[in-house]
């Protein structure tokens, strides 16, 4: 539970950072529909909405995913990228290593969940 508070704190402040009065963009790359990765989603929304974030004021999502399908990976992070979101989530270990392999030059931050183990996955270097 507190490692949820602290990601949702987390990004918020990503998303206020240099904040204005126009609208978030935040683009979530899921892996499919799943009950646990849907739980994680709603969550994540949830706390955005809990520290003040109302979707479609402060916030717009663009979420998609791949049903599962890791051939459709880099088609849909290329897209959500071009968007040019101001936070990308990316949902579940697949989407995740891909998305840190291609998006390499980006602009925007990336922040991952749930991962079993991103040290690895080699999306962190260490636990601490």
């Given at each position: 539970?507190?490692?949820?508070?602290?990601?949702t704190?987390?990004?918020?402040?990503?998303?206020?950072?240099?904040?204005?009065?126009?609208?978030?963009?935040?683009?979530?790359?899921?892996?499919?529909?799943?009950p646990?990765?849907?739980?994680?989603?709603?969550?994540?929304?949830?706390?955005?909405?809990?520290?003040?974030?109302?979707?479609?004021?402060?916030?717009?999502?663009?979420?998609?995913?791949?049903?599962?399908?890791?051939?459709?990976?880099?088609q849909?992070?290329?897209?959500?990228?071009?968007?040019?979101?101001?936070?990308?989530?990316?949902?579940?270990?697949?989407?995740?290593?891909?998305?840190?392999?291609?998006?390499?030059?980006?602009?925007?931050?990336?922040?991952?969940?749930?991962?079993?183990?991103?040290?690895?996955?080699?999306?962190?270097?260490?636990?601490?």
């Open positions: 539970m507190w490692k949820r508070v602290m990601l704190l987390a990004i918020a402040g990503v998303v206020t950072s240099g904040a204005s009065a126009q609208s978030r963009r935040v683009a979530i790359a899921g892996w499919g529909p799943h646990t990765l849907n739980e994680t989603i709603a969550g994540f929304k949830k706390g955005l909405a809990e520290g003040g974030f109302a979707e479609g004021r402060d916030v717009t999502f663009d979420e998609t995913n791949v049903n599962f399908d890791a051939a459709l990976i880099p849909m992070l290329t897209r959500l990228a071009g968007a040019q979101p101001d936070l990308m989530v990316t949902v579940a270990t697949p989407v995740s290593i891909a998305a840190r392999n291609q998006l390499r030059s980006r602009s925007f931050p990336i922040v991952f969940m749930p991962i079993a183990d991103p040290v690895h996955a080699k999306l962190v270097p260490s636990w601490d």
